[in-house]
């Protein structure tokens, strides 16, 4: 019954009520309740304890409250709490992760729909303070329909000072959150994803601020669950940063996470440097997959690329150059020419602090044309967004690096750069790269505008073709090399290298 190490000084274990502790501890596993278990299983779906379980490494997990019930005794059984409601809804501890040191949670849907119990909260909040205390990244499964209205035992009346979300919101900057959201997540369980610095979702998720009930108790009408917050949704306004196939791939990507947060890894070079002396389109005018430049840039398979959907015109993502992480910052030329729009704005600057909080290096591959204009993006509110954005670059105390790939114009380009060329620890161009105030011909037509409007539509078109390739050789990277507003013009086959011999030099 127990080994040597479990017998205290001078007497035995009480036989009796260690059998109790065991017989109690079972019927909190999921073998305790096979036939819920099955049921879920039907659905394609894993339990909270299978989704630890493949997270964390074997015999890890300390568990904290397992023994909880809900805080309803005054309207149901003990023994029936025991049995129906273990853990109060909410498993959570400490654990590692591939060695490194982690705190896990997960509301478990299997308990009152995932809800959150008034006992739970002390349970979340407990382990939150502790993650804190102990500076733990915290990987949190937030499936569930919020707050639970049924607890009679603890005197409550509106129950607004739970701390458990002040708590989780405070670690920002603290410690690394990451948020896994699967099925139906509203409400409560909903803030707690929203508040996380990053949130995978499987495809059959719903999240939302209410779920179909409190929608309907507010005279909203009737929805279905699967009518709320979809991932369709979540995903193209940015509330979602990654969409993965299933649970098992999404905790695969949050070890994936979890180890680039570790720090610098083996050292490792492009599988195909030479590759990105070709990776352009002969016309500079042809849009491109900038994802596939900063993937060849990249370790092998080391890229996670982050909020796909929402503001396709720049891409972020998390990786390893060289064996160290970074945040990849990027414009994309194949929507809106990898014009800064309000949306890009709000997603760089959100990309720029995460890397910021997390302590990890920003690489940025720039291709802008600049930042959108006009009275359309002017209603979307772009001069908030875009000074956000340049903001939050001018605040990154974590190493930037600045490659010009193609075109950096404008006032975007200097947002792509930490506010200036000079910002970031680097700033270097790829050999077509140009760099100028404004888009070329713009700029041509916009300073001899008196002057070709004395022309016929022929000679305005040829005098604005011959400017703009004058401006052109005169906005060309080795030119702006050459008075040093950038800091080097390089081999593109020789950027990893020398973005990792930055960043060493950067500590």
């Keep these: 019954m127990s080994h040597h190490g479990d017998v205290p000084p001078g007497g035995q274990v009480p036989a009796e009520g260690l059998l109790e502790v065991l017989a ?51 309207r149901r059984d003990l023994a029936d709490l025991v049995v129906e ?40 909040d407990r382990l939150i303070e502790l993650a804190g205390r102990m500076r733990l990244p915290t990987v949190f499964f937030t499936e569930g329909g919020g707050g639970r209205p049924g607890d009679t035992d ?57 779920g179909p009930a409190m929608i309907a108790g507010g005279g909203l009408g009737t929805f279905t669950a699967e009518e709320i917050g979809p991932v369709a949704d979540q995903a193209s306004n940015g509330v979602l940063d990654v969409v993965v196939a299933d649970e098992a791939e999404a905790v695969a990507t949050v070890r994936q996470v979890l180890e680039l947060l570790s720090g610098p890894g083996p050292r490792s070079a492009p599988a195909d440097a030479e590759h990105l002396r070709h990776a352009l389109p002969d016309n500079d005018r042809e849009a491109f997959d900038v994802r596939t430049v900063a993937e060849a840039l990249a370790d092998p398979d080391s890229v996670l690329w982050l909020r796909e ?10 990786a390893r150059i060289d064996g160290l992480p970074v945040g990849l910052l990027a414009n994309q030329s ?13 997603k760089a600057a959100d990309f720029l602090d995460l890397c910021e909080r997390w302590r990890v290096p920003v690489v940025s591959l720039v291709d802008t044309p600049g930042f959108m204009v006009g009275p359309d993006a002017e209603r979307t509110g772009l001069v908030r967004e875009a000074s956000r954005m340049v903001t939050a670059g001018a ?54 505008a008196h002057e070709l409007a004395a022309m016929t539509e022929d000679e305005r078109e040829a005098a604005v073709a011959h400017h703009t390739a ?34 060493r030099a950067a500590g």
């Design 85 to 124: 409601t273990p853990a109060d809804g909410i498993i959570g501890g400490t654990a590692t992760v591939d060695g490194r040191p982690c705190a896990v949670l997960s509301y478990d849907y299997l308990v009152m729909a995932g809800t959150q119990g008034m006992r739970g909260h002390r349970k979340s």
């Design 334 to 346: 194949t929507h809106l020419a990898g014009a800064l729009t309000a949306g890009a704005s709000a």
């Design 470 to 503: 004058e401006l052109r050789t005169h906005a060309h990277a080795l030119n702006v090399a050459r008075v040093f507003e950038i800091d080097d013009v390089i081999d593109p086959a020789e950027t990893a290298a020398v973005i990792a011999a930055t960043l």
């Design 395 to 448: 605040r990154l105390t974590v190493p930037l690096v600045g490659v010009v790939i193609r075109r950096g114009y404008g006032l975007g380009a200097q947002a792509m750069l930490g506010g200036s060329t000079h910002r970031p620890h680097l700033t270097v161009g790829w050999p077509g790269a140009h760099l100028g105030a404004m888009g070329l011909e713009g700029a041509v037509r916009l300073s001899l």
């Design 154 to 210: 603890i005197p409550l009346v509106s129950a607004l000072d739970v701390g458990s979300f002040a708590l989780w919101a405070e670690l920002q900057g603290v410690v690394p959150r990451i948020a896994v959201v699967s099925g139906r997540c509203f409400a409560g369980n909903a803030v707690i994803a929203g508040c996380a610095d990053l949130r995978i979702a499987t495809p059959e998720a719903n999240l939302g601020m209410a």
């Design 24 to 74: 109690r501890r079972f019927l909190t596993t999921d073998e305790a309740r096979g036939e819920k278990v099955d049921r879920w299983h039907a659905r394609g779906r894993r339990t909270a304890r299978e989704n630890i379980a493949d997270l964390v490494d074997p015999d890890s997990f300390v568990e904290y409250g397992r023994f909880v019930t809900a805080a309803q005794e005054s």
């Design 309 to 318: 959907a929402f503001a396709p015109e720049l891409v972020t993502g998390l």
